[in-house]
């Protein structure tokens, strides 16, 4: 009987038995952890946390004025995106665009024209899907603040790998090995007694439809479709997380004040 | 002048009220009286592109350049070669260093104190495009293994800004590339890499390092196509107005392969079904086709002369 040495080649993402390296199955995601109203100078502030992955929000706002060349009848969102390590890049510029125009589609702009929101990222941990974890913790810390939204946004990331697999949550290792990685925003919409169809396509329910799509990388257009299938059932769990989360802290916060 | 506030904009006001007041004064409603007509204010059906060229070899000092018009936008793609020593983890490949640049000549909002955020963000778009593409096999942009390897440098400028930044930008970064002409370069006596310029290569004392690549193979070139998504209209290659007052913009980049290199949708007040995704991805592959035929005529024509 002699032993079976796997060999990990450092090109290949060594999935066996649909088990990634660290256990999880294809369609896992990392353990999230979401806590709100940590900084007491922020209007709003939250921590999200995929696995390793961490990142701070904070939220200042509304304050008065927009910037010059901003349309001043509605409220303007800026947004500041600060690396753990290293000089503020492109990268930071294109995730601080990203992030700004997804939020920007999620907050009610009319409610307090000529102001400005700042919300504030703050990279404490990367290990693989930040931006999307950048983007739960900036929906949460909005609402942390106060600020008037149509819905909420939840953000998953899933890629794909070589050998065809669609994996959800990649870690930074997972990642450097993939073909193509795909961060991708659904709308977390309010839970009512009433049915009320808001999407115009009456056979598609409001939280199919995607905010924010960013891809890097080359996959097929089945392949895409894919994982738009595989990551909008991980975003009605998210969803659930999220709202069992602020319901939980806002019953906390009532008991506090009464 | 009839007074407008508070009027709301649908039969008896537009018949009283001129054009191009009513274009100036609701911008949106003109575009959705368009918009009912299946057409557009510059006549064009929703899912038509404007009309483009492309220039090969505007810049005769660059090793490789294009200049591409999409209607009225117009951009500059010049590549420049400079030999580099390479890394020590990667002795056999180059790189590419993607520069995109938005002068105040291109859009009245820009300003030199006041540079467009845009600008960065395509620029690491398009490195991202080009790398992960495969448009370009690094390996050909190597000398020596170890010792000396090209660095690519390509700067692009956009001269008018109306729309599109990112499709004109991808066609002038290709377009470049596709001209590109290395440069012959010999070893001098003392170690180092000279350039051969053309007229000395038959006279030169030594043999040339690279002399069968001049050219880099373009094994897949990627396209892409803006939309913009309204209502149910979708709206394809669009100006910088119409870009303005709608705010949902997808980008979809396929390869000559069909395959899908980027779909870029950025928030936007429209939220994305499948159906819709499809659509798009439909209208970028007949994009796809009209431009890989507009650079194959445009090299061609250039090795006819």
């Known amino acids: 009987m002699f032993e079976m040495v796997e060999l990990i080649t450092s090109s290949t993402l060594h999935i066996r038995n649909n088990v990634r390296a660290d256990g999880r199955t294809l369609n896992q995601l990392r353990p999230l952890t979401c806590s709100r109203n940590l900084l007491n100078r922020a209007h709003g502030s939250a921590r999200w946390s995929q696995g390793d992955t961490t990142v701070l929000a904070a939220v200042f706002g509304p304050k008065a004025g927009t910037k010059k060349g901003e349309n001043p009848e509605k409220a303007s969102i800026e947004v500041i995106w600060k690396p753990k390590t290293g000089q503020i890049g492109r990268r930071e510029k294109e995730y601080e665009m990203i992030l700004r125009q997804t939020l920007q589609s999620i907050c009610l702009l009319t409610v307090h024209p000529n102001t400005t929101t700042s919300i504030i990222v703050q990279v404490i941990g990367d290990d693989g899907a930040l931006l999307s974890c950048a983007i739960n913790a900036s929906c949460v810390a909005l609402v942390d603040a106060g600020i008037p939204l149509k819905h909420l946004a939840v953000s998953i990331c899933c890629g794909l790998t070589v050998g065809g697999h669609v994996i959800l949550d990649p870690t930074v290792l997972e990642e450097q090995k993939l073909k193509a990685v795909l961060h991708l925003v659904f709308p977390n919409p309010p839970l009512s007694i009433h049915h009320k169809t808001q999407s115009l396509l009456k056979d598609e329910p409001i939280e199919h439809g995607i905010i924010t799509s960013v891809m890097r990388g080359v996959m097929s257009v089945p392949d895409y479709e894919h994982c738009l299938d595989r990551g909008r059932i991980a975003c009605t769990k998210i969803s659930e997380f999220v709202r069992r989360n602020l319901q939980s802290s806002a019953r906390e916060g009532l008991a506090k004040a009464t | ?305």
């Open chain 2, 1 to 305: 002048m009839t007074s407008t506030e508070g009027y709301k904009p649908e039969s008896g006001l537009a018949a009283e009220i001129e054009v191009e007041a009513y274009h100036r004064l609701f911008p949106l409603q003109y575009y959705e009286r368009h918009l009912a007509e299946s057409v557009r204010p510059d006549s064009r059906a929703l899912g038509r592109a404007r009309d483009t060229t492309i220039a090969l070899g505007p810049v005769t000092s660059a090793d490789g350049s294009a200049l591409v018009k999409i209607g009225d936008t117009t951009v500059l793609a010049a590549i420049k070669l400079e030999v580099m020593t390479p890394s020590i983890d990667s002795p056999d490949v180059g790189s590419v260093a993607v520069d995109f640049q938005m002068p105040p000549i291109c859009s009245p909002v820009v300003r030199p104190g006041r540079p467009a955020e845009v600008a960065p963000v395509i620029a690491k778009q398009l490195s991202d495009v080009i790398m992960s593409s495969g448009m370009i096999n690094l390996q050909e942009l190597s000398l020596i293994s170890g010792k000396a390897a090209w660095m690519a440098y390509l700067d692009i400028y956009c001269l008018n800004a109306d729309g599109s930044l990112f499709d004109a930008a991808l066609l002038s970064a290709t377009a470049a590339f596709s001209h590109l002409q290395i440069p012959l370069v010999s070893l001098s006596d003392d170690g180092k890499l000279i350039t051969v310029s053309e007229e000395l290569k038959d006279k030169a004392a030594v043999e040339p390092v690279n002399k069968e690549n001049r050219k880099l193979t373009i094994a897949v070139a990627p396209f892409s196509l803006t939309c913009i998504v309204h209502g149910k209209y979708i709206l394809a290659d669009p100006t910088s107005e119409e870009e303005s007052v709608m705010d949902t913009h997808v980008t979809v980049v396929l390869d000559s392969k069909e395959r899908l290199v980027s779909l870029y949708k950025a928030g936007g007040a429209v939220l994305l079904h499948t159906s819709v995704v499809k659509d798009c991805i439909v209208l970028a592959k007949q994009r796809m086709e009209e431009l890989s035929e507009i650079l194959r005529e445009s090299l061609s024509a250039m090795e006819v002369d």
